[in-house]
T-cell receptor
């Protein structure tokens, strides 16, 4: 069974402070990990995925297979980062097509001016 | 990115009636669409995977007869909440992935449909 755990429901940080949103997963295999973000009154959208290893809006996330973690980090929080963040896991895409995606419970990031 | 659209955005109905929610992929064909339910301040719960031309795959605990899913074409999936009750009130979200090679595994979400059952 695949499972995603986000231990923090709410994370409040001051503007300019570092941010780390935690995500741990459980999956017997090589998963694909994603971070999705939902800004106020907007639909869910992809922020980044572990495969691309890119930085989006200053956010990065490294897959740590030993710790089964995929924490989202940003060195300096900005007010516009305030949103709901969801960590998500999918089985690897293959000949059978895409696998279903399991979401964590989400962490609300609140950046205080 | 790809575009997924849901309709209606919100609906209010009386208890005992049925409500249909549509999910369309506007610029790609989706053989598979996913239906989620989101409770207030909680995560997305996958309800079912909608498969074009075949039966939907429901997650454990989701009533098939209560939540009817029809994926009649490559761009449209519908979720019908039958004999709705107040406890069915929720935010329903659909999503889809463009097929390879355009798709890279990223899910594109509809704007969601808020159902309120009186």
């Amino acid at each position: 069974a695949q499972r995603v755990t986000q231990p923090e429901k709410l994370l409040s940080v001051f503007k300019g402070a570092p941010v780390e949103l935690k995500c741990n997963y459980s999956y017997s295999g090589s998963p694909e990990l994603f971070w999705y973000v939902q800004y106020s009154r907007q639909r869910l959208q992809l922020l980044l995925r572990h495969i691309s290893r890119e930085s989006i809006k200053g956010f990065t996330a490294d897959l740590n297979k030993g710790e089964t973690s995929f924490h989202l980090k940003k060195p300096f929080a900005q007010e516009e980062d305030s949103a709901m963040y969801y960590c998500a896991l999918s089985g690897p895409s293959g000949a059978g097509g895409y696998q279903k995606v399991t979401f964590g419970t989400g962490t609300k990031l609140q950046v205080i001016p | 990115g790809a575009v997924v659209s849901q309709h209606p955005s919100w609906v209010i109905c009386k208890s005992g009636t049925s409500v249909k929610i549509e999910c369309r992929s506007l610029d790609f064909q989706a053989t598979t669409m996913f239906w989620y339910r989101q409770f207030p301040k909680q995560s997305l719960m996958l309800m079912a995977t909608s498969n074009e031309g075949s039966k939907a795959t429901y997650e454990q605990g989701v009533e098939k007869d209560k939540f009817l899913i029809n994926h009649a074409s490559l761009t449209l999936s519908t979720l019908t909440v039958t004999s709705a009750h107040p406890e069915d009130s929720s935010f329903y979200i659909c999503s889809a992935r463009p097929p390879a090679p355009r798709g890279t595994g990223e899910l594109f979400f509809g704007e969601g449909s808020r159902l309120t059952v009186l």
